[in-house]
């Protein structure tokens, strides 16, 4: 009788986790093919649907879009300009606070209140149709301003702040940049307003008294500055005289050591001093011009403003969108109810 051949238990055992690892590659490929395919399913779903309430939909569609053309040609023609500030010690806010306020005289219609915080008729004040802000996103604005931050505080503090936790606290406020854009059907009036607004955060007394504190301290840094500018001179002049002096005594014979002192006040280093105080004379100069101004007006109104040409705000677009919406609500709230008739 022929031997059989009889596996050892290492083979068996070696067989079946081939099989048990084999099955689990099948069922992850078979998870993800009919995840695929659900995905599939209900796209189609999707497209049955639209296919079966076009017309539906297309009609909702199409009647709001004639009301909203009937209005957009019916209404003022409204045109656009914008103002780009940059606000100083901390103004922001203030300056939102007085936009939004206008804002919201425009809303309630008021106006001859609109008319006397903007200095102007109250024809020119029923002219105005809308106010709005918003900041000039910059994502290098942040970096800087991070970097900033970290070296004002205290060292031992930097360790525990990174920067997520930095731009999570980071606001609107804290952009350098904001645009001011006014809505108007007069399209002339837009030079009259920049004047009142940029005012309406300069008369703000805080504003004021920090301004003044402000230049008085870039005035006096820079006196102090050019005074150790011209110390500094002076000690390269002096310090050059007594080398020269030296220079000659050793020509004749003479041999006379500078102190110790002396040598290690070298003219390079004066020098270098030199230059790192003119720079910091530079950016105070730079810090002047920048706040000299509670507001700076970065870009002005425009002398005539643009026509409204955004598709998001014709009524064509937004009568269309919103019916087709509806239309859409209703059909899906009808199919619920039907089915919630039917549900055992």
Known sequence: MAQQNIPQDGDL??????????KGFQNLFNAIGNFFKGI????????VFVRNNALKLGLAMFIGAAVGLYFDLTKPRQFVSTLIVKPNFKSTKQLYANINYFN???????????????????SEAVSLKKFTIQPIINKNEKYELFNEFVQEIDSALVKHINFNEF???????????????????????FKKLERPIVSSVENNLYFRNQKKINNENLLQN???????????????????EVLLSEAKKQETGTNITLAKGTKNT?????????????????DNNSKKAEETDILNVV??????????????????????VGLGLAMLVFILLKRLNKYLKNYK
């Open 13 to 22: 055992d070696l067989g079946s986790l081939f099989k048990i690892i084999g």
């Open 266 to 282: 070298s003219e390079i280093e004066l020098f270098n001093e030199s230059l790192d105080l003119n720079e910091e004379l530079i």
């Open 40 to 47: 599939f399913h209900y796209i189609i779903l999707g497209f």
């Open 299 to 320: 870009s002005s109104f425009s002398d005539v403003g643009e026509k409204e040409r955004s598709i998001l705000k014709k009524w064509t677009f937004l009568l269309g």
């Open 167 to 189: 731009t999570t606290a980071f606001t609107n406020y804290d952009y350098h940049y904001h645009k001011i854009e006014v809505n108007s059907i007069n399209n002339t009036i």
């Open 222 to 240: 820079e006196k102090i500055l050019n005074a150790s500018l011209q110390h500094i001179d002076t000690l390269r002049k002096i310090y050059n």
């Open 104 to 122: 919201e005289l425009v809303k309630q219609k008021d106006s001859i209140l609109l008319a006397e915080a903007l200095n102007i008729t109250v």
